[in-house]
């Protein structure tokens, strides 16, 4: 996690561009409503049981029987 969030934040400084004094508060708002959107939309997806690890690849390792044939294998 802490990986993934470090190249969040070098992302997210490479694409912010800087802004002027008389445009800091329009940005404020807008990055408030930005942030309000994805809370609700964490909320949703959380409270419909959907979690991020939900969305990774999960490869099956073996099947039944290739567990017994590494298990009789490593008795060996």
């Known amino acids: 996690m802490a990986e993934a969030f470090a190249v969040f ?6 694409h912010t561009p ?3 004094e008389n445009e800091k508060d329009a940005a ?7 942030y ?14 959907h ?9 099956t390792i073996a099947d039944e029987d290739e567990l ?4 009789s294998n490593s008795a060996d």
């Open 36 to 49: 309000q959107k994805f809370v609700e939309y964490v909320a949703t997806q959380m409270a419909g049981g």
């Open 18 to 20: 800087s802004i002027g």
């Open 9 to 14: 934040v070098q992302l997210w400084f490479a």
């Open 51 to 59: 979690r991020f690890i939900d969305d990774l690849v999960q490869d």
């Open 68 to 71: 017994q044939q590494g298990a």
């Open 28 to 34: 404020r708002r807008e990055a408030w409503n930005q």
